[in-house]
């Protein structure tokens, strides 16, 4: 799938999700058409979001966006069927939650979905080199999976920068991802960094007008 990068990726664990609807629609008609959905189990990390029911109705609500289902749990392998079945349209997995990680990007790639690797920030990008030729993209965590409204995490820069470079050398295809902490004021500096996507939760979903928000941060990426 083609993409102008590089792509705002609003994450709806920051939306008010007794007006999810409206918040996803506010967000497409600023000209989102991503959306960032996170899985928390409550054991991988430390707190509970939602299931593949909620993804299920991001991806009625917005049929043209692309539904990008990000797993933050243990056993990710156990739950890929569903997630599939819901609408997601690429599927990422942390590399510190899969035993066998080469397999586990091989059966969500057989359901004909992109497949992602996410990252700690404590975790060295040269482990996950061995499957850099399958992934269909790689997470830069750039806080520490868990909650939304943390900050940006200064060494990510370097690390973003790095994940280029070795993508460049290598010649890989996938995109690079970052999530956590982008905001109005360093979006445009991430992007520079080398992210292609660039997941915002709480910058976009506590504005006041989410349209106007995603429009100003659409621009800075633009610019």
């Known amino acids: 799938m083609n993409f102008n990068l ?16 409206s918040q996803i629609n506010a967000a497409l008609k600023g000209g989102a058409n991503w959306i960032h959905c996170d899985i928390m189990d409550g054991h991988f990390v430390p707190n509970i979001s ?3 029911n909620i993804v299920k109705q991001v991806s009625k609500v917005a049929p043209d966006a692309f539904i990008d289902t990000h797993l933050m749990i243990e056993n990710p392998d156990e739950y890929i069927d569903v ?12 590399y510190e939650a899969c035993t066998h990680l ?15 690797v996410a990252i700690n920030p404590a975790t060295s990008i040269h482990n996950i080199e061995p499957v850099m030729e399958y992934a269909d993209m790689v ?14 995490i200064e060494s990510s820069y370097a690390r973003l920068q790095e994940l280029a470079d070795i993508r460049e050398l290598g010649g890989y295809g996938f995109l690079i991802q970052v ?4 905001n109005l004021k360093n979006i445009s500096q991430v992007a520079e960094a080398g992210a292609d996507i660039l997941v915002a939760g709480n910058t976009v979903f506590s504005a006041k007008d989410v349209t106007a928000r995603v429009k100003e941060l659409q621009e800075k990426l633009s610019s």
Do not use: W
């Open 179 to 182: 999530d956590g902490g982008v």
């Open 6 to 21: 590089p792509v705002l990726a609003p994450s709806i664990l920051a939306a008010d999700f007794t007006n999810l609807e």
């Open 50 to 52: 939602f299931g593949p």
């Open 102 to 116: 080469h397999r586990t990007i091989q059966k969500i790639k057989s359901h004909g979905i992109m497949a992602g």
């Open 139 to 152: 997470l830069i965590m750039s806080v520490n999976p868990g909650y939304g409204g943390q900050s940006f």
């Open 83 to 94: 997630f599939v079945e819901a609408g997601s349209e690429m599927i990422t997995v942390h």
